[in-house]
């Protein structure tokens, strides 16, 4: 509800204000300030939906009144206008064929068919017939365009148009008037309104933990979970705190399951940000793997192989500098911004290798005149598709099979045997899927006689596995997998098409000067750049996302697990 964030410093200094209070002066202090912050909410967005209704109530008139005779035709007793949506030619004859036989010939319904998809119409009739008119209109579910205010019952559309204006104006005023005071309330009452919520929930917190102590008249026992490398210093703070009065133990918890135990996250600095996008699934389940550092390594390379480009990377990076600087002071502001720099880097660096700088840009504009010889490039993508299509894949054909190893090793780890068999028996057979589509295509090596037995050898030894592991049903199923696997590998070839689609995007905006003149053609150019860069930073990210999301982590990953969360302040006062 609050329209102004007040400044740590003044939350940190009203919730240790609000610890010495009593709990009834703070009920009715918080009453007192959620009454008046909703009550010019509450107006707001009443005010907010009124524009909105109105707004879409005069596009319907306006849309009408062309279709009807112009702005002069009347709208009230004796008429209605309506306007049909989606099967329209059934809905109108319906509506023209009831109108006839229950009204008469005295009815009139004129229609103008503006789309396959909409039509306008016109109602005519005696007065009397108001009400079986608008009986039929409502057994047919067709809403007629009417405005409610009794002042303007025969009113023309221009009329109604002009007085929705005016209404419109009125509420707008007064959205501003509220917005004002809203903004004054939040800077009276903002601080302690979130101070009496960190005390609140800090209250809450230590309710929580109650469950977990056990007491009688001399003994107190409580336990909980701690990182096994802070123990030691948590024993030691303990004791010092209340010398010879306290035992503190370790306790195993061999026969717990691995999903009762938290995971607490540690990764370095530089992946820390992509704990955000993992934040869609649970934790990883205790004991195995944390996948955020290869997500957040596979991502920005990924991102990065697809833009390509220096330009829009250094537009990515003042994006994410804008970021850090409006939302930098919470956690996802801060993640987000940071995985947006790395996105800019990545495309920045892509983009010298490709020598791309808005497409073509500078190799067909500026290098010319600045050298006679071609631009030195290091790997010209847009010349070079095939070689760019087998690298894409080539991502698919290491990170694939890596995926289902770790796999292995995880349900090995963890007991379910079966399971690692069955996964090591589908990474043989895609391994010796991927061997022979390489000898198909004349890969050296892979081509060999001697090759064609080892991939024979090591599918048939996959499916064993897989038949094994699975049993009969279950089995036939994983051979079949198998091919879905390749098309997993095979996934990853839209690295290089999303690509591609951008340098061809890049190019048609460079052309625009040149076929439509610079007047026109320079503005133009600007805007399919711009469309390219905003293309180019929702399409890599969702599909490098895919790619771990679909491709890689299912092999492995195990979110099961529960977030480990210390009992503690998280914010001093």
């Given at each position: 509800?609050?329209?102004?964030?007040?400044?740590?410093?003044?939350v940190?200094?009203?919730?240790?204000s609000?610890?010495d209070?009593?709990?009834?002066?703070?009920?009715?202090?918080?009453?007192g300030?959620?009454?008046?912050?909703?009550?010019?909410s509450?107006?707001?967005?009443?005010?907010?939906?009124?524009v909105?209704?109105?707004?879409?109530?005069?596009?319907?008139?306006?849309?009408?009144a062309?279709?009807?005779?112009?702005?002069?035709?009347?709208?009230?007793?004796?008429?209605?206008a309506?306007?049909?949506?989606?099967?329209?030619?059934k809905?109108?004859?319906?509506?023209?064929?009831?109108?006839?036989?229950?009204?008469?010939?005295?009815?009139?319904?004129?229609?103008?068919?503006i789309s396959?998809?909409?039509?306008?119409?016109?109602?005519?009739?005696?007065?009397?017939?108001?009400?079986?008119?608008?009986?039929?209109?409502?057994?047919?579910?067709?809403?007629?365009?009417?405005?409610?205010?009794?002042?303007?019952?025969n009113?023309?559309?221009?009329e109604?148009?002009?007085?929705?204006?005016?209404?419109?104006?009125?509420?707008?005023?007064?959205?501003?008037?509220?917005?004002?005071?809203?903004?004054?309330?939040?800077?009276?009452?903002?601080?302690?309104?979130?101070?009496?919520?960190?005390?609140?929930a800090d209250?809450?917190?230590?309710?929580?933990?109650?469950?977990?102590?056990a007491?009688?008249?001399?003994?107190?026992?409580?336990?909980?979970?701690?990182?096994?490398d802070?123990?030691?210093?948590?024993?030691?703070?303990?004791?010092?705190?209340?010398?010879?009065?306290?035992?503190v133990?370790q306790?195993?918890f061999?026969?717990?399951?691995?999903?009762?135990?938290?995971?607490?996250?540690r990764?370095?600095?530089?992946?820390?940000p992509?704990?955000?996008p993992?934040?869609?699934?649970?934790?990883?389940?205790?004991?195995?793997?944390?996948p955020t550092?290869?997500?957040g390594?596979s991502?920005?390379?990924?991102?990065?192989?697809?833009?390509?480009?220096?330009?829009?990377?250094?537009?990515i990076?003042?994006?994410?500098?804008?970021?850090k600087?409006?939302?930098g002071?919470?956690?996802?502001?801060?993640s987000?911004?940071?995985?947006a720099?790395?996105?800019?880097v990545?495309?920045?660096?892509?983009?010298?290798?490709?020598?791309?700088?808005?497409?073509?840009?500078?190799?067909?504009?500026?290098?010319?005149?600045i050298?006679?010889?071609?631009?030195?490039?290091?790997?010209?993508?847009?010349h070079?598709?095939?070689?760019?299509?087998?690298?894409?894949?080539?991502?698919?054909?290491?990170?694939?099979p890596?995926?289902?190893?770790m796999?292995?090793?995880?349900?090995?780890?963890?007991?379910?045997?079966?399971?690692?068999?069955?996964?090591?028996?589908?990474?043989?057979?895609?391994?010796?899927?991927?061997?022979f589509?390489f000898?198909y295509?004349?890969?050296?090596?892979?081509?060999?006689s001697?090759?064609?037995?080892?991939?024979?050898?090591?599918?048939?030894v996959?499916?064993?596995?897989?038949?094994?592991?699975?049993?009969?049903?279950?089995?036939?199923?994983?051979?079949?997998?198998?091919?879905s696997?390749?098309?997993?590998?095979?996934?990853?070839?839209?690295?290089?098409?999303?690509?591609v689609?951008?340098i061809?995007l890049?190019?048609?905006?460079?052309?625009?000067?040149?076929m439509?003149?610079?007047?026109?053609?320079?503005?133009?150019?600007?805007?399919?750049?711009?469309l390219?860069?905003?293309?180019?930073?929702?399409?890599?990210?969702?599909?490098?996302?895919?790619?771990?999301?679909?491709?890689?982590?299912?092999?492995?990953y195990?979110?099961?697990?529960?977030?480990?969360?210390?009992?503690?302040?998280e914010?001093?006062?």
């Open positions: 509800l609050l329209t102004l964030q007040p400044g740590e410093h003044d940190k200094a009203a919730a240790k609000a610890t209070a009593a709990d009834a002066d703070l009920i009715k202090k918080v009453r300030w959620a009454e008046a912050l909703r009550t010019v509450r107006e707001r967005a009443t005010r907010r939906d009124a909105e209704v109105l707004n879409n109530y005069k596009r319907i008139l306006e849309q009408v062309p279709a009807l005779g112009g702005s002069s035709v009347k709208l009230g007793r004796g008429t209605r309506v306007v049909l949506q989606g099967n329209v030619k809905i109108a004859d319906r509506l023209d064929e009831r109108l006839a036989s229950e009204i008469g010939p005295q009815c009139s319904f004129h229609r103008n068919q396959r998809k909409q039509l306008v119409g016109l109602v005519t009739f005696p007065e009397a017939k108001e009400n079986e008119v608008t009986r039929i209109l409502g057994q047919e579910g067709v809403t007629p365009v009417d405005m409610r205010d009794q002042s303007l019952e009113a023309t559309l221009g109604v148009v002009g007085r929705i204006d005016k209404t419109i104006t009125q509420h707008q005023k007064e959205m501003t008037r509220l917005e004002g005071e809203a903004n004054k309330l939040s800077r009276q009452v903002g601080a302690e309104l979130l101070g009496v919520k960190l005390v609140v209250r809450l917190s230590r309710l929580r933990v109650y469950g977990q102590f007491q009688s008249k001399m003994v107190t026992v409580f336990q909980g979970w701690t990182p096994s802070q123990y030691p210093a948590l024993k030691q703070a303990v004791e010092r705190e209340f010398p010879g009065k306290v035992e133990n306790v195993g061999h026969d717990l399951p691995h999903t009762a135990v938290p995971t607490l996250l990764n370095a600095a530089f992946f820390k992509f704990e955000l993992m934040g869609l699934f649970r934790p990883p389940t205790y004991g195995t793997s944390d550092w290869m997500v390594l991502f920005t390379i990924f991102y990065g192989f697809i833009m390509g480009d220096a330009i829009y990377g250094l537009a990076i003042l994006l994410a500098l804008w970021i600087g409006k939302f002071a919470s956690k996802i502001g801060r987000v911004g940071t995985i720099m790395y996105m800019g990545s495309s920045t660096v892509f983009g010298v290798i490709y020598g791309e700088y808005a497409g073509a840009f500078v190799e067909k504009t500026v290098w010319p005149m050298s006679s010889g071609a631009m030195p490039v290091l790997f010209h993508r847009a070079e598709t095939t070689q760019l299509l087998v690298l894409a894949i080539m991502f698919g054909v290491f990170l694939v890596t995926a289902l190893i796999g292995v090793r995880a349900d090995w780890h963890h007991g379910h045997k079966k399971h690692a068999i069955e996964k090591a028996g589908m990474c043989m057979g895609l391994l010796a899927l991927m061997s589509v000898g295509f004349g890969v050296p090596v892979f081509n060999s001697f090759m064609q037995i080892v991939d024979v050898a090591l599918g048939a996959g499916v064993v596995m897989i038949f094994y592991a699975a049993g009969a049903m279950r089995g036939a199923v994983g051979v079949i997998e198998i091919m696997l390749g098309g997993n590998v095979l996934s990853y070839a839209r690295l290089m098409a999303l690509g689609a951008s061809a890049a190019d048609i905006a460079n052309m625009l000067p040149g439509m003149g610079y007047a026109i053609g320079i503005p133009a150019a600007l805007l399919v750049h711009l390219n860069l905003g293309i180019g930073i929702a399409s890599p990210t969702i599909h490098s996302l895919r790619l771990n999301f679909v491709e890689f982590l299912p092999k492995f195990s979110p099961e697990g529960r977030g480990f969360n210390p009992f503690r302040k914010t001093q006062w």
